[in-house]
Antibody, heavy 131, light 110 residues
């Protein structure tokens, strides 16, 4: 079964840092670009960041650019989000999702794959920024 | 990176068809055939319902269909059922090589 499990959420003070992790299983991790998506309490979905298959291309929403860093370790089938200078408005449920605006690389077919959609989602990890 | 515009709510009687609109710009919805739709039930993770404007993933009911005209994409649910009550979000690839979601629509079966 294809799945992702997020971890690392918690309560942090404004200005603090947190590192989220996402463990993937049931599929060839480095075949896919990956994304982080968040949802503030009672609000809609917001794409936060994405990364291509080998970490060579990344992108960020304006709201987190310069504060958040996305990375991945294909040997560990894991995706990460380092969050610095956290603000109250970063309080949200953070989802790890397969796909998004960056490419994967099919190790079976030796070609780039473009999945401009997110087809597998984790259950999310909660980040609360509060003093 | 402005969110795509969706109606806050759409409702219909069971068995009826409803359509949710998603309006963007030529830099996102209008510029690419990379619009997707997600269904989210309360307390659950989003689920992909439509990708690349009109394609359904395996396992998604054929009551769900997608289309696009200009800068506006649409999701139609035919034969509305109680289980379709959920929040729905559109999304699109953008010219900045990024990604944007819609504001979300709450669907109610009356």
């Amino acid at each position: 079964e294809e799945q992702m499990v997020e971890s690392g959420g918690g309560v942090v003070r404004p200005g603090g840092s947190l590192r989220l992790s996402c463990a993937a299983s049931g599929f060839t991790f480095d075949d896919y670009g990956m994304s982080w998506v968040r949802q503030a309490p009672g609000k809609g979905l917001e794409w936060v960041s994405g990364i291509n298959w080998n970490g060579g291309s990344t992108g960020y929403a304006d709201s987190v650019k310069g504060r958040f860093t996305i990375s991945r370790d294909n040997a560990k089938n894991s995706l990460y989000l380092q969050m610095n200078s956290l603000r109250a408005e970063d309080t949200a449920l953070y989802y790890c999702a397969r796909g998004g605006p960056f490419t994967g690389y099919s190790s079976r077919w030796y070609r780039l794959t473009y999945n401009y959609y997110m087809d597998v989602w984790g259950k999310g990890t909660t980040v609360t920024v509060s003093s | 990176q402005s969110a795509l515009t969706q109606p806050a709510s759409v409702s219909g009687s069971p068995g009826q068809s409803i359509t949710i609109s998603c309006t963007g710009t030529s830099s996102d919805v209008g510029g690419y055939n990379y619009v997707s739709w997600y269904q989210q039930h309360p307390g659950k993770a989003p689920k992909l319902m439509i990708y690349e404007v009109s394609n359904r993933p395996s396992g998604v009911s054929n009551r769900f269909s997608g289309s696009k005209s200009g800068n506006t994409a649409s999701l139609t649910i035919s034969g509305l059922q109680a289980e379709d009550e959920a929040d729905y979000y559109c999304s699109s690839y953008t010219s900045s090589s990024l990604y944007v979601f819609g504001t979300g629509t709450k669907v109610t079966a009356l």
